[in-house]
């Protein structure tokens, strides 16, 4: 279904999420992970080390969708609070 590198991209999009969430508001944990995903991909272009994808960035969108889910539904829900 997804190739290794989207895989890739999903889980540590995931793992940043899921970590800045102890430091940030769930919305700017979000955006800084998708900027430093979108930023990736811009270096990736500019250095030539790379191959800039926008699948890349769907996949990281999609590790951050799954970091909500998981928040929300662990933390939020069932332990009933938000900070």
């Known amino acids: 279904m997804f190739k290794k590198d989207k895989l890739l991209h999903i889980f540590i999009s995931f793992l940043l999420f899921m970590t800045l969430i102890h430091f940030l508001h769930p919305h700017i944990a979000a955006l800084l992970t998708l900027a430093l ?10 250095s ?16 951050i969708l799954a970091g909500y889910i ?9 332990l009933g609070k938000l900070n």
């Open 37 to 46: 995903g979108i930023a990736k991909e811009i270096y990736d272009q500019l």
């Open 70 to 78: 998981v928040f929300y539904s662990v933390i939020v829900f069932a």
């Open 48 to 63: 030539g080390k790379g191959t800039p994808e926008y699948k890349d960035i769907l996949a990281n969108f999609l590790g």
